[in-house]
């Protein structure tokens, strides 16, 4: 297979796989790392902890996660994106089988710690290997099919994972995403070109020096910072919000799985629109706009007292403008950075990491001091704060590059 050389050689010959392979990745990726939340009221039972601490399982994940990101970023540039992606496939069917087969909580915690290396590789670097091989407008579409494949883990994972623990356990339905993690594997070995720089090397001080165009750039360090206050808001809700289904709204794991169903083909609906839709739109103004408004409906959703079918269309609403949001986000920062794609992405998976951590931290505190109300409000603040560290009214030029690739559109 040709190495990055000779990648948009190839990605001319065959763009929709790479797109979609890359997308499926970023799929399982994100079902591993949030499939507990529809669980949490049964794995509480089960293992005998309660929903808070369970939380906080999520955030020491987050935490590791964040650890791996900043070493897989130069590793992906070095010696190839893809083995790096087909690395995290691996640790994720481990870590989803170890989850399958936990006794206790110990267990749980250690066989989750391993899904970090697969949530620190996989987000990052899928995004990276396609802002790589796609530029300009197909850049913006590719990076929008991989978040629409991690919105589809909502529209179509969760619920089928949920609906085979309906008729077995949740146990089975981690069993299920370990061979999903293999069969990944084997896609990305097929599918994927292999972008290593061959007789490549890695040193400590080239992964130190590889962070330092982006830890000098402000503009840079704004993103990264809004990434992490975003990931606050998104993630801490995600976290929490299937015990509240359960808690106050009665639903059954079944319907909780409808239910994360609506807010993923939101959220999907939300990455096509801003894949295909906003083209002359300024991204700043736009990332700013639907951010704000992903914080006001995610917050509503678990504060207002309105029932299950109320909070369940606002949060599939809130997955519409989170979808735009996170689209104009990862396209500014690929576009606009000074260092390398893998570097980069992996850097930003890595301020995504910690959000997500202080989201599930925050969010077991919040819940634990004022309930769900006092968590979607305390939730919605950190959107808002997301929204002001990029949005600028004024226009500004993001850097053309020229067309070299078609992606799928």
């Known amino acids: 297979m040709p190495n990055t050389s000779s990648g948009h050689q190839e990605i001319q010959i065959r763009p929709q796989i790479i797109t979609l392979t890359l997308s499926a990745a970023a799929m399982l990726g994100m079902l591993n790392g949030f499939a507990l939340g529809p669980f949490m009221p049964d794995i509480s039972d089960d293992v005998g902890v ?42 994720l069917a481990v870590s989803a089988a170890g989850t399958a087969l936990a006794p206790d909580f110990g267990w749980l915690l250690a066989a989750r710690m391993v899904s970090a290396v697969s949530a620190g590789t996989l987000a990052g670097t899928t995004l990276a290997m396609a802002g790589t091989m796609f530029d300009g407008d197909d850049r913006r579409r590719a990076l929008a099919w991989i978040a629409s494949g991690v919105a589809v883990g909502g529209v179509i994972g969760i619920p089928v994972l949920t609906l085979i623990a309906a008729l077995s356990s949740w146990r089975m339905s981690f069993g299920v995403v370990a061979v999903a993690g293999l069969l990944g594997v084997f896609a990305m070995r097929r599918m994927i070109p292999d972008d290593a720089i061959p007789g490549s090397r890695l040193q400590l001080r080239n992964i130190l020096s590889s962070y330092r165009p982006l830890i000098g750039d402000r503009p840079m360090l704004s993103l990264y910072g809004s990434t992490t206050l975003r990931a606050i808001g998104w993630v801490g809700t995600l976290t929490y919000i299937g015990a509240y289904f359960a808690d106050e709204l009665g ?24 894949g295909s839709r906003f083209q002359n739109i300024n991204l700043r103004t736009l990332y700013g706009i639907s951010t704000l408004l992903m914080g006001i409906f995610l917050g509503l959703s678990i504060s207002l007292p309105a029932g299950a079918i109320p909070s369940i269309c606002l949060v599939a609403i809130a997955g519409i403008t989170g979808g735009v949001g996170w689209v104009g986000l990862v396209t500014l920062i690929s576009t606009s950075s000074p260092a390398g794609q893998g570097t980069t992405m992996s850097l930003n998976a890595a301020m995504f990491q910690i959000g997500s951590a202080l989201g599930g931290l925050f969010g077991g505190l919040l819940l634990a001091v004022g309930g769900y109300a006092t968590l979607g409000l305390g939730l919605m603040a950190f959107a808002f704060l997301a929204a002001s560290l990029v949005w600028r009214p004024s226009p500004m030029a993001i850097p053309a590059r020229p067309k070299t690739a078609t992606a799928v559109d």
């Open 251 to 274: 639903l059954s794991t079944a319907q909780i799985g409808w239910a994360y169903m609506v807010g993923g083909g939101g959220y999907f609906v939300g990455t096509k629109i801003a």
């Open 50 to 91: 309660s929903i808070p601490l369970l939380g906080q399982v999520a955030t020491a994940t987050f935490v590791g996660a964040m650890a791996i990101c900043l070493f897989a970023g130069p590793l992906a540039d070095l010696y190839g994106k893809r083995r790096i992606i087909t690395v995290g496939l691996l640790t």
